[in-house]
């Protein structure tokens, strides 16, 4: 049994892909994806500005900051990295107190 060859007629739709074979021009389909591909861009571009502008500002505040009160700068740091240090330490032993206690009994 012969495998059927499906070539474009002129009874398709202009806006099939089918369509597309015969004339050779983009079809909806391609026209709708090139719009979603420029839009995509368009947003990526619009939230990469938008993030730059945000660290510049974060920046500039962090300067700000630490010309105008650089103690309460230093003792905020501080604070920060002790919280962190306590959150790592609990964070470490809980990880390792299950494999301390059912040690022993594992298969």
Known sequence: MATKHI???ANEEPNSPIAEWSTGRPTLVHCET????????IVFERGWERAKELIR???SRARQTANESPLSLIVGVGIAA???GIALR????????S????GKWRT
């Open 99 to 102: 494999d301390q206690f059912f």
């Open 57 to 59: 500002a974060a920046q």
């Open 34 to 41: 090139r719009y979603a591909v420029e839009r995509t861009k």
């Open 90 to 97: 609990i964070w470490r032993s809980n990880r390792y107190a």
């Open 7 to 9: 070539s474009p007629t």
């Open 82 to 84: 002790f919280g962190i």
